[in-house]
């Protein structure tokens, strides 16, 4: 996710590969004009989140992420 100067997410970043061409994969950028929702299911919005700093302070630290936002419960308590 793309993080603002004031903190708040205004998009997300990718790496693409190339849609099957020849090319070699580049970070593409794209900016939300109004929201941005993370929509990847049970198990991937949590992980995204997580990775993106945001989540439990514990596991953020345990995993050497810098921590953005401490929100216990990002995943937790999941039975699928």
């Given amino acids: 996710m793309v993080p603002s ?7 997300v970043e990718y790496i693409s590969e190339g849609n099957g ?4 994969p580049s970070r593409i950028v794209v900016k939300a004009s109004r929201l941005v929702v ?3 299911g049970a198990f991937g919005s949590p992980a995204i989140l997580e990775r993106s700093g945001i989540g439990s302070k514990e596991v953020l630290d345990k995993n050497g992420i810098p921590r953005v936002v401490d929100l216990p419960g990002v995943g ?5």
């Avoid at 100067?5 to 998009?11: A, F, K, M, S, Y």
């Avoid at 061409?21 to 070699?24: A, I, K, R």
């Fill in 21 to 24: 061409t020849s090319s070699p």
């Fill in 38 to 40: 993370v929509a990847a």
């Fill in 5 to 11: 100067r004031n903190g708040q997410t205004i998009g």
């Fill in 76 to 80: 937790e308590h999941y039975m699928g």
